[in-house]
């Protein structure tokens, strides 16, 4: 055989393990390690967007608060998108919010509006 024409399918492939299968075989194991360390009393966000309170974790499921003593639901483990840390949530109530110098408020008049269709 030649080599010339087994040289770019051995390129193809080690290119396409370094670059596709093993960063996402990295992900999953990063994954499956949060999944795995889970405790009670830590607050996650699912994937579909819901933040919760760990209650109580089982071999596959596991029992969230949505809201502090009031509702609790069931889902996968698998649906735990990540854990979510208290300086992390600080950080973004502090993106909400801008910082305003005594210049930038200004004292608007507002104006009676008349209704036009009485």
């Known amino acids: 055989m030649d ?5 770019p399918l051995i390129l193809v492939l080690v ?8 960063p996402q ?16 009393g830590d607050e996650i966000v699912t994937i579909g967007g819901f933040y919760g309170i760990v209650y109580a974790i089982g071999e596959e499921n596991v ?32 993106d909400d919010f801008e910082e305003l110098d005594e210049e930038t408020v200004v004292d608007a008049e507002f104006e009676e ?4 269709n009485k």
């Open 25 to 40: 075989n990295k992900q999953q194991k990063e994954v499956k390690e949060m999944r795995s360390s889970m405790k009670p």
């Open 3 to 7: 080599f010339t024409l087994i040289l």
């Open 63 to 94: 029992t969230i608060e949505l809201l502090p003593d009031y509702h609790k639901a069931l889902i996968t483990k698998s649906a735990i998108a990540r854990i979510v840390t208290v300086t992390e949530t600080v950080a973004e109530d502090d």
């Open 15 to 22: 290119f396409f393990y370094f670059f596709i299968l093993r």
């Open 113 to 116: 509006v008349e209704e036009e």
